[in-house]
C-alpha cells in the first residue's frame, strides 16, 4: 500500500512517493493543510522524492528505509524507524542541491516587526532549542534550517518546516511548550535522538511574507557562560557566512555580492550564553531596535 503526498512549502512543492505509513502521518501533523494527497489546481511539482522500505526480505528482518530525489539515491538507507527525520534531511538536501535561485545559507532565520536576524550556527551550537524558543515567545519563525536570500539584496524568503530537536532538547522543547505538535523520536541517529517540532500558526500564516535581514548571530550555547556578546568585523563575519553557504561556489558572483552587502550593511555578532531569555531581550534590544 501507498501514501503518497504533496507537501506545497513556499516556494517549493515536493511531491513524495511513500510506502510507509508512519511517515504520512507524521508529515500530516508537522505541515497541516500544507500536506496533502493531491496536488492543487494552481500548483507545480519542483520536486519529486521517494521515501520507501528497503524491501525483499530485509524489509522483514532488518527494515530500512531509503531516500530517493528524482530516482537518484544520495544517502545510505537508514533504520525503518528513522524514516520520517530522512525525509526532512532529504528534503534539505534536495534544496541545498538544486536550488540556485537563492543564496541558501545554512541558518534559522526569525522574523520580528518585519525585520529578519539570521542564525548560521554548526550542529551542536544550540541553535535550533534557540529557535524554538523564540518561535514560541514572539517571533515569527521563517526558517530552522536555511536562509533563502535573493541575490544582491538582504531579502529572506521564508521556507517553513520544523524545528529539528536533538537529545537533551526533547524533553525541555516538550516541558516548554506542552501545546506544540511534534513527530515521533528517530532514536540513534547519527546526530542522536531526533524529534520535529511543527511550525506554529504565525509560521504557516507568513509562509509567504519576506523581510529584510537587519543582523546576523553566530549562537553558542555554554552552560558555564552567561551572556556573552562580542561583534564581529566584516571579514570575521563574512569568512563565517561563505562557510555557511551552501551554494556559494555553484552560484558564483551573485553570492559573493550578497554575502558582501549583509556584511557592509548589518551588524554581525557571535554569542555565549546559558540562559534563552537573555538572548531574547539582546535581539529585541539591541539588532531589531
Known sequence: MTYDFVLSLPPFVFKVKNNI??????????????????????????????????????KIFKP?????????????????????????????????????????????????????????????????????????NGWRLMSDEMA????????VTPFVRPICLKNASIPLAKQWFPDSVFSSIAKDTHKGDVIHMAPNKSAMLGKQQTAEIVGVV???????????????????SYMQLVDNAFNFTAIGEPAF??????????R?????YNDLKDVEAFLSEDVID
Open 64 to 136: 530500512q528505509a531509503r531516500f530517493l530525489c528524482d530516482e537518484k539515491e544520495p544517502f545510505k538507507p537508514l533504520t525503518h524507524s528513522q524514516a520520517y527525520a530522512m525525509l526532512e534531511w532529504g528534503m534539505n538536501w534536495t534544496v541545498a542541491a538544486h536550488e540556485f535561485s537563492y543564496v541558501i545559507i545554512h541558518s534559522a532565520v526569525l522574523e520580528k516587526d518585519g525585520k529578519a536576524i539570521l542564525f548560521p550556527a554548526p550542529p551542536g551550537s544550540g541553535k535550533s532549542t534557540l529557535t524554538a524558543f523564540l518561535a514560541n
Open 148 to 155: 533563502l536570500i535573493t541575490p544582491n539584496s538582504k531579502t
Open 218 to 236: 553566530f549562537p553558542n550555547y555554554d552552560t558555564t557562560k552567561s551572556l556573552e556578546i562580542y561583534q564581529l568585523n566584516m571579514a570575521e
Open 257 to 266: 555580492s550578497t554575502i558582501t552587502r549583509i556584511i557592509e550593511q548589518v
Open 21 to 58: 505509513k508512519f511517515v504520512f502521518e507524521n508529515a500530516c501533523a508537522m505541515y497541516g493543510e500544507a500536506c496533502s494527497e493531491q496536488l492543487a489546481g494552481d500548483e507545480f511539482i519542483d520536486f519529486t522524492l521517494s521515501i520507501n522500505d528497503g524491501g525483499g526480505l530485509r
Open 268 to 272: 554581525s555578532f557571535e554569542i555565549f
